[in-house]
């Protein structure tokens, strides 16, 4: 079996959950070299999983003629360029989401994937998820009818340090970008209007970064079902992540994924464990799937599941909650972008 | 025992309820008169539950000397009108919901009431339901924290006639109104703002006679919460009714209720059975719960749970709604009254 | 229409429950009068109700000539005898389980019931909890195929006074009795050898007045299934009622039943209420079905649907179960009677 | 890191799946080699697996100077042979259960472990099951208080082949072994006394080869408490493993698990996905925890998890089990061996 060779870009948290997965879910595939400005880590992690070469020049990894694919997992600034250059060398490229924060860098970005002509895939593992799966699978066979109300909880066990909140482009840009993605994703229509309510409930000092940490988002698509999305930055209880569509023939949830499924009777009443707390325990599986999706995109020479085109509306619509939230009103799609 | 003596004014679908609790649950009652516009509903209802009297003239009830307690179930229209006769002539009043269309008439009714000085009960029974209770009394014992979110699904099994929808007032002052209710009865402050994006997707008739079946509504109250109801009037597996508070300290959901609990797992699946569809299937317990109030509110001289305010404040924000629906923007409660 | 005159010998714990029943629930009857050797609380019963009569004397009851049916909920060691008396003097019969603790008394009882040709139904309760009935009707609907296994959880919230073990023949014919009669309907085949394995782990008094609190009984059914009950006189977390059966095509099983269905998500872990804990509240719908379908069998002259029958084979399997954890070996049914 | 090296008998099914786990989660140890008598198996684990050398001959791996543990997955009658074997070369030993279906062979092959002084572990698998871990955790916390009732629900999707059932030493030996290991791990005390009731109501052509294929177990432990097992061969709706254990202080269940959680209303009720059916899957997690159970016990120079006394007693209890069965009789452990 002749294995895809992959460089990976950036060592940091999901860099790691990237090449773990590979190394133990896709033996497709193989790591030839880990980039990071933190040659500690680049190393670490190569360490770790027996791969080669490690360093902290990103282009050494681009440039390398055996490697087909870059896994891009730095920053979210350095995204467009290292998808343009990795595009302009012929690689095929796997981005961590979001690809940019600003439109049109996006789309000069995703100009030049077409122009190489190389697969691209944007890391939404949520769609992964066998939850999910579930649910959009249902969908697809009908089994709702026609979709009229999706919900979405996407709560996070606790709020990033008030320096990342800066740099990530708020909650909308990086948190909710996941369930705006997930809303698309499963009643397949685009979303053409959006409403935020949202408040700084968690922490004052989240407000004074100029973010929110609690929100009810309600969005419209094009098919007229409606969605809403509630987020907050801190459940006590953990991550909650959980769906429900509902539709003309019938309605379909999920709930969160637990460490193990134990009830206990005492005199004090009925107990259980709480959901997995981290995302990467909760995704373990989503992520080994993406990746695995991934690959088998470059195999079989098929198109990517999750496109540059996804990566695009599902930060237009961040956008839009963004604007709807200062603005307080509802806006369109068309008003981000046309 | 003395036996409080009440009157009931209509013996429709919502009067023959609260005869029936009157008549299993509520020994410290008793029933001695019915009026209908329609004589053999009251005579009807009134033998099945051995009550002596009956009639057309709804003032033979309310100027019957005996009574102590009107219970009124007849048409909006007519509410306050009754109420006004029934505060002048002493009787204390449960009126259902919604008191009026109207919030002058609203006004002036409770006006009546006050000068008089009966008590008086609006019939939110769902306040009464053994799931809603426990999730008020947590957030009373401080389990969920500083409330953040709260969420309530209600959907109704299959819409009303199209010529109800003209009369009730609505999808927002009909059905909706009960959750309004809930929402300021829960978080346990009022509601200040309201957004709402609503669709005809169920059936275009009811578009037609200018009302919507379809709603995501986000609501802001003066303690910072958020809050979002979602209805539908049509859930083909039944009546849905679901609630969840999200706080700093914790979240409590409850689910609906079923028949029994059975589970049974076939070559095809796990399966059980659906929720309890009728709402007067769902809320037995509640509409019982909410006579016995009533009638404890009568017998100790103490205020009752469901004042004319809370009356007067659902009819309030189902207004906001429906403006913020017909306007498409989000619309303050003081845009409605002062 | 006409209602049946019914007389209720014995006004304690579960004499209460049936008035109740009736009254609440069973327009179709009416209770004439109620014996008790404790005048008292034959009165104050009676005056709860509106009853008219209230007497010392039990054969005042079965004598009254208006009285059509007699509700027999004495302590069992009379049965018999005003089973014997009744059935002599033309009364349909509702009697409390066990009917008696001697199979030769039982079925003398029996004889005198077929003899006089009057109704005769014994108070196994649980067949008409929702549930239960649920699983009934699955079987003989098919959905389980051929029955391999019934498995019975059967726990009570707190063993009853010592005092009380003596008389009531002890846990097999006091607790159990129910569970043997359940297994009996569910599986809808004769049970033809009992295994006990039982000890004395709650309370060593227990086992001094020469019962056991602990036990897990194996059946044998004549179709070939095999079924398991466990039992404890104390669960802790309380009443603990559970059911499952499993055959060729699938397995049902029916868990407790709750005052509400919250869940409480802390950062402590997810709680639940406790289920019901009082056997009146679990089986409060149980108690009432159950004397509406003794009345129905009067009215529409059908055999009622728990036989003499099946009241004298639950002691038969009981007793069973009580030789086989003496001799510590199995025991065959038709070495208790044929 | 110096890695564990490791030489694996058997490369069926079970060989498979630990091979599989030592490659994707047990990066502290390294498969050098492995025997099957079809070398075409051999080969193929091997190569898919990156694995050096695969051979026919058992010795090669035994003798090999490298190797310093023998994961022993060849059937059953070769069992007690490698064990000696390799004990005398001085590897340490992981071996499948049964150890074997005779005692004293058993006994010979502990001997031989014992006198070698090498580690020893029996494949138990299911006791590193989250589910079932965290049940004997909260055992040994004490939340249960002192152990009254144990429960373990174990039915398999389907028989296995008539021919296997012979070798296999029939159900009780093969399949209900796990679930006897399982009683004693979380009970914590020895099983004293076993009585079977079981039938052939699956397949007759099982009854032929001399098995059963359902069966009712109570089990008797030396601490007091009672158990029962209840087994089928053929769960239509898949792979069922249950448990739950009852005492003092409350209670604790553990259900099964499931590919997803989605629930699904439609008018026809409420339904979800079937158990994870294949062993493989259900116990994916478990096979994984207990090979790095056995490394860390190499490296740590601990003692192994399960014991070659764990191996034997499951048998004895296996063999009381089926001299209940075939005598109708509770047999006690004692008349097994001594």
Redesign the interface.
Known sequence: MKKIKIGVIGAGRIGKVHVAALA??V?AAEVLMIADTDIKSARQLAE?YGIAKWTTDYEKVIQNPEVEAIIICSPTDTHAKYIIEAAQAGKHIFCEKPIDLSIPVIQSALEAVKKAGVKFMVGFNRRFD??F???KQ?VVEG?IG?T??L?I?S?DPAPPPAEYSAVSGGMFLDMTIHDFDMARYIVGSEVVEV?T???V??DPEIGKAGDVD???I?L?FAN?????I?N?R????GY?QRLEV?G????????N?F?????????H??????PLNFFMDRYTQSYANEIIAFCDSLNKKVDSIVSGDDGLKSVAIAMAAKKSYLE???VKLDEIYK
Do not use: W
């Open positions: 133990q879910s033996p770790k066998p939850n799966q579930k649910v249902m089994k026609e009229h109300l919900k909880t709560r409403y309510k949202a408040a409930l968690v609690t929100a009810i309600t419209t007229g079902a409606l969605g809403v509630d907050s801190k459940a006590v209880y909650d509902f003309t023939k019938g309605m379909v949830n999920v709930d994924n460490p193990e499924n134990h009830k206990y009777y005492s005199s009443g009925i107990s259980g464990s709480l307080k009103r509802p």
